[in-house]
């Protein structure tokens, strides 16, 4: 094993993949000669050269567009948006091309590409550089989502994103790229679609992702001091849902808390929610109960998104009423 | 230019392909066959006839929700066309796309587009994969005045510019954005001199004239194909019909209407063959008759042909390969 952030761990991600496959290449803002806004590219311009990693124009809708274009006849592009609330202004690319290419013409092409994005709160970025907008990709039949919470999953995740053959969204998080985790030193790749029990537990489940999990791990700490064992699921894969560990953890524990940082209403937690009511209402010995954001764009202050973002208090004031 | 007479006379089987296959589809819409929207192509032929005489089955195009023509100038199966026009599972894309997304990635066709300017970054992205794998092959991008105006117009043209792609962007002045007139969407007389803003060169050519347009479309393509880049080429023509069938076209003036039918590229292009002494008019006849009943074959395929099973409604969202 070895210590990497999980910006080192993207990173490695993408060399081993551009080595393994000629046909991978990046495409996006700063990418080449910046390194990345958030250093995942560092050092893949001078490695690969500027064929393979391109530098674009502030050209949202081109980026992504020629990454579909470039994926329909025979590459396997890694496009960056830098922010997730970016893909605002490339909406029309992501939803009405990307997501749907495939199925309008009747499965006969595929469409091998990674869109990466950095969302979240926690860098007092304001409300346009700030969100968790997975919900709205997880709503569009074509996309997979992918949320990772540390090095290793970031790493194993990206590479599986890669060389899956249909349009990914990978969603980083701002405040995770320097956290540091176990990461092996051999060749590894997780699958998409397998969630991952990040703690064991036998009193109340709970869901979470991305920077959330981090959160309720250290709430799950001080929650076993008091008695209280929490099992802590990390989806990972927002689409494909694992929905059977899910389903296997609240069979166990018989209680559910869904946690995110993304406002409540129409959130993930609500397909959770439901999906654990319409599945294994029987299972429930307690309302489910969600920890998120509150319904308001992300505000600046440190004060105001120290509120906004969900803590260990709010977790722990949940799970405490239904346990 | 000096064009071969092969050349020609495969000329005057598309464009009298696609005005029949138009004028068909225009009677089997009006008799109930074919379900939702379609966008005819009639008065506007001279355009994928000329510029797809020049391009190879390797070649890649985007197409627009006007795309009967493109398809057929680039050798599109009548047929499928037709089937998928029916909503039947012989069609291109085996029901799920209908006219608007037609697609064969076997002959670069990278799919009709039901978003206006949605077409345009898609051509980028096959221009970079042309220039990745280093071969001669060109992207053309078909979009209408109407996309001229989108941002994706913009971004596209730029970043193929910069890139010194080989895409060459055809844009098709019908004179119409549904009812939109030139003098309302426009300041300026000619949409080519955009291309000065992308320091790349454009021209404006009439595009009823197939001679002219094959001329025009010939030399850029032959710049993209040595590498010199791309180039944007307005092809001024006149949507005949509506915007859609079953469109009132009550703000299209009648007189206008009639001086455009002067200009018939159909009936031009019958005229210049006769007058150059290229064919005669029973062999002009009997072409026109072969093009018929391949139309009335296709329209018996499409006729035979199954409607999808609707649990297939379930099938094609993702790719289930991957490398």
């Known amino acids: ?323 | 230019m000096e064009i071969g007479k092969d050349k020609l006379e495969e000329m005057l089987r598309t464009i009298l392909t696609i005005r029949n296959f138009e004028t068909r589809t225009e009677q089997l819409f009006a008799q109930g066959h074919i379900p939702g929207f379609v966008h005819l192509y009639i008065g506007e032929e001279a355009v994928a006839t000329g510029v797809c005489a020049n391009l190879r089955p390797t070649d890649y195009i985007t197409s627009t929700h006007r795309g009967h023509g493109h398809c057929i100038g680039k050798g599109g199966d009548l047929s499928k066309m037709m089937a998928e026009l029916y909503g039947k599972k012989g069609g291109y894309c085996k029901g799920k796309g209908g006219s608007m997304h037609i697609a064969d990635m076997d002959l670069g066709i990278l799919g009709a587009n039901g978003i206006v300017g949605g077409g345009l970054p898609i051509a980028v992205g096959a221009g970079t994969s042309i220039q990745y794998q280093g071969t001669d092959q060109v992207a053309v991008c078909f979009f209408g005045d109407g996309a001229s105006n989108q941002s994706t117009f913009h971004e596209s043209i730029n970043l193929a510019a910069v890139w010194n792609l080989p895409v060459i962007f055809v844009c098709e002045n019908n004179f119409y954005g549904i009812s939109l007139t030139p003098d309302k969407h426009f300041r300026i007389q000619d949409i080519s001199v955009r291309a000065m803003g992308y320091g790349i060169p454009g021209i404006t050519v009439d595009g009823n004239d197939v001679i002219a347009v094959y001329e025009a479309a010939s030399e850029a393509i032959k710049k993209a194909r040595e590498g010199s880049g791309p180039t944007l080429i307005e092809y001024k023509t006149y949507r005949m019909k509506g915007h859609f069938e079953g469109d009132h076209r009550l703000y299209q003036p009648k007189e206008e209407i009639e001086a455009w039918q002067e200009k018939d590229p159909v009936a031009r292009y019958i005229d210049t063959l006769l007058t150059e002494g290229v064919l005669t008019s029973e062999e002009i006849e009997r072409i026109g008759q072969e093009t018929e009943s391949q139309i009335e074959e296709a329209v018996k395929f499409a006729e035979a042909s199954p409607f999808p099973e609707p649990a297939e409604t379930l099938d094609d969202v993702f790719c289930e390969e991957g490398r």
Request: overall charge negative; glycine content about 8%.
């Open chain 1, 1 to 323: 094993m070895k210590q990497l952030s999980v910006s080192e761990a993207l990173n490695e991600a993408l060399i081993e993949e551009m080595e393994r496959d000629e046909t991978v290449f990046v495409i996006g803002e700063d990418v080449g000669t910046y390194g990345g806004i958030f250093g995942v590219t560092a050092g893949l311009l001078e490695r690969f050269g500027s064929r393979r990693v391109k530098d674009t124009p502030i050209s949202e809708s081109a980026i992504v567009g020629s990454a579909v274009g470039a994926a329909a006849t025979g590459l396997r592009p890694v496009a960056e948006l830098m922010m997730l609330d970016f893909a605002t202004v490339c909406m029309d690319q992501i939803v009405n091309q990307a997501a749907k290419i495939r199925y309008m013409f009747g499965g006969k092409t595929k469409l091998p590409l990674v869109i990466r994005a950095e969302g979240g709160a926690g860098a007092n970025a304001a409300a346009q550089h700030s969100q968790c907008l997975e919900a709205w990709f997880i709503h569009v039949p074509g996309l997979k989502v992918v949320m990772p919470s540390t090095p290793y999953d970031s790493k194993g995740l990206l590479k599986s994103a890669i060389r899956d053959d249909n349009p990914v969204i990978f969603v980083e998080h701002k405040v995770l790229y320097e956290i540091s985790g176990d990461v092996p030193e051999e060749e590894y790749v997780i699958p998409l679609g397998e969630a991952d029990i990040k703690r064991e537990g036998t009193d109340v489940t709970v869901v979470t992702y991305s920077m959330m999990l981090h959160t309720t791990m250290s709430a799950a700490e001080k929650l076993s001091k008091e008695g209280i064992s929490v099992e802590v699921v990390d989806p990972r894969t927002l689409y494909p849902l694992d929905k059977k560990t899910i389903l296997d953890s609240v069979a166990k524990t018989n209680k559910l808390v869904i946690v995110h940082e993304a406002p409540k209403t129409c959130g993930f937690g609500a397909e959770i929610a439901a999906l654990v009511a319409d599945e294994a209402f029987d299972t429930l010995d307690a309302p489910i109960k969600r920890v998120t954001a509150p319904d308001t764009p992300v505000p600046f202050s440190p004060s105001l998104e120290g509120f906004y973002i969900p803590d260990e208090d709010d977790i722990i004031k949940t799970i405490k009423e239904i346990v």
